[in-house]
């Protein structure tokens, strides 16, 4: 099976290393500096304090209590010293269990509040950034992304602080205790700067492909789970499950390609501290031998050296982890800086408390530039008048609804309700006061209480019933095990169609919207069902405006108006009388349906 997947997050970001994306990262931070200063203070006192002065103890006891020049050891000095040094090990081994804790405590608050900002920000984004974007990929970005910075915000930054500081001051201590000696062992470390820095890009490249690769297969994820009985209706099974196992094995390819580029930085760092200790003992040595040094000196040396490389081998797994990290934070802030294609203005008023009249002033309206979904359309509903919407598939009908519901702006134009340009308030006010109910009913995880609720949450258990009682749903409700607190799962699998369709009627309703909007709403339930909920809503329509878009004429008879679509354009309009004394598209599209009915 031949298969290629396209998505707009699917090139690469090519741009330099950028600091201010790694700064905005750091930003999360700052609510916790003063824990973050905690730690620094307690590593610095006790931690590296502790870790510079062990080896100047052991020096000291090597050259004055073991083998002083004087030739007379000191017993009670070496226990003295001992005593020290395990006062020492005593207080790093706390300092070093507290900042674990803390970090880690530090690291999670921040990802909690990293993931949050982000969810937040797509909810706010429009339907134009979910139209090109699987649910997979943008799945990726809140979860997996978000989780590889774990490690770097956990204990990264601030044990690179740390390091850095005890990197300084074991510099500072070796070239006091011998200058020459100190800067022989540290003339390797511009080499290794230099190597390393060559691999920097290569790594970074490498981990973005790692991340789109991973993108790509948890968005094929979520396809194959959504349309599982497409696949086996149509028994691609084999088929789906050797184009995964190709996405899986280049996934395995480019992780494979990036985690080798990246173990080249332990190597390199390996082979540098090698060669500054054999420069070390080798110089050490011959200093000795000519006096200029005592062993004790040596012994701290070495002790130091070993300190020494301990840090920088941190910093350069550290720095590894920001290249790989890097690659999320560019795809996170790629999302955090997205716009809403359907902003709210600064200066948006709250929506008063509607009547329900809606007015479409030469509305024109293209999901892609270059393509209109709809020219040239005017139309005056008043308030609790029901309008239907009819047409062929595509003549405009549901765009119509979404900019009503203001979920895409109007191209040229202007939608009024009360008056009030939709484009003048608050999104929340405006929604708040639109009931919609959709063909494709989504039914949420959690009781079926819950999801009648949804639209409206301090709705009584009371108002609920009677909701449901309104569409016909409470009969089959109070038939499941534990009626509305029947726990249904995602997307609401367990229940038919119709089922589910109630469901949504009766949340709609609940909300006890103004302007109420059901888009093929009746599709999906059986005739019988739907000449029941015809008899309801004649009642509950009742004092609310409606808009009604139905391919099933028989819904919209009763409609106060009918408009007619063609090619996104209104082509007629009246009531159900009216239209049919004269010839034109509604009398078509009903002596149509009644011959295919009849047939």
């Known amino acids: 099976m031949s298969r290629k997947f396209v998505y707009q997050d699917d090139e690469l970001i090519a741009k330099p290393f950028n600091w201010k994306q790694m700064a905005r990262i750091l930003g999360f931070i700052k609510p916790y500096r003063f824990d973050v200063a905690k730690v620094a203070v307690v590593m610095t006192v006790f931690g590296m304090m502790t870790r510079l002065a062990i080896p100047l103890l052991l020096s000291t006891a090597i050259d004055r209590a073991i083998r002083p020049a004087n030739g007379e050891g000191s017993v009670s000095l070496l226990f003295a010293l001992a005593a020290a040094m395990l006062v020492l090990y005593g207080l790093r081994w706390w300092s070093t269990h507290y900042t674990i804790n803390l970090t880690n405590t530090i690291g999670q608050k921040v990802i909690f509040d990293l993931r949050s ?48 500081l005890q990197l300084i001051g074991i510099t500072i201590i070796l070239l006091v205790l011998n200058f020459k000696l100190g800067l022989a062992v ?54 789906n499950k050797a184009f995964f196992d190709d996405m899986n094995k280049s996934n395995i390819r480019s992780w494979n390609y990036a985690s080798a580029l990246n173990q080249l930085f332990g190597p390199v760092i390996e082979v540098t501290s090698a060669i500054g200790t054999l420069i070390l003992l080798l110089y050490g040595t011959h200093l000795i031998q ?35 990290s890097m690659s999320s934070v560019e795809r996170i802030f790629e999302y955090m800086d997205e716009k809403p294609a359907v902003p709210e203005r600064e200066d948006a008023i709250r929506m008063p408390p509607l009547e329900g009249g809606v007015r479409f002033e030469n509305v024109s309206f293209g999901y892609e530039a270059d393509r209109l979904a ?16 009819v047409g062929h598939t595509g003549s405009g009908k549901s765009t119509i609804v979404n900019l009503l519901c203001r979920f895409y702006d109007v191209t040229d134009g202007s939608v009024k309700l009360d008056g009030v340009d939709v484009r003048d308030v ?21 009781t079926i209480r819950d999801n009648i609720r949804y639209g409206r949450p301090d709705a009584t258990d009371a108002e609920v019933e009677a909701a449901a009682r309104s569409v016909l ?13 029947t726990q249904v799962q995602e997307r609401g699998s367990a229940l038919s169609v119709g089922q589910r369709q109630l469901l949504s009627f009766a949340r709609a309703l609940l909300a006890d919207p ?36 139905a391919h099933r004429l028989s819904t919209i008879r009763h409609a106060d108006n009918i408009v007619v679509l063609d090619h996104g354009v209104i082509v007629e309009q009246g009531n159900h009388e009216e239209l049919m004394k004269r010839p034109g598209h509604y009398r078509n599209l009903v002596d149509a349906q009644y011959r295919f009915l009849t047939a």
């Open 117 to 164: 900002a982000l969810f937040r920000h797509i909810q706010s984004l429009s339907f134009r950034f979910f139209d090109k974007r699987p649910a997979g990929s943008v799945l990726v970005r809140v979860t997996n992304d978000v989780n590889s910075l774990q490690d770097m915000l956990s204990n990264g930054v601030v044990n690179s602080i740390i390091d850095i």
């Open 186 to 239: 540290m003339i390797t470390v511009p080499i290794m700067f230099f190597v390393s820095s060559s691999l920097r890009k290569r790594i970074r490249h490498a981990w973005q492909v790692v991340r789109i690769k991973q993108s790509r297969i948890n968005s094929h994820l979520n396809e194959s789970i959504q349309g599982i009985k497409v696949t086996q209706a149509f028994a691609q099974e084999n088929e």
């Open 290 to 324: 000519s006096g200029a040094m005592t062993v004790g000196v040596l012994v701290a040396f070495v002790s130091y050296v070993g300190s020494f490389w301990e840090p920088i081998t941190r910093l350069g797994m550290m720095y590894s982890q920001l290249l790989i």
């Open 374 to 389: 709809l020219r040239g359309i005017d139309l005056d509903v008043k308030p609790g008048t029901s309008v239907a919407l």
């Open 426 to 446: 608050t999104l929340e006010s405006l929604r708040s006061q639109v009931g919609i109910v959709l063909q494709d009913t989504f039914i949420f995880s959690g």
């Open 473 to 485: 749903a409470h009969d089959f409700i109070s038939q499941l095990p534990d009626g509305y607190d």
């Open 514 to 549: 103004k302007i109420l909007i059901l888009d093929e709403a009746t599709a999906s339930i059986d005739t019988e069902t739907e000449l029941r909920i015809q008899e309801a809503l004649g009642t509950l329509l009742q004092g609310r405006t409606s808009f009604i878009v």
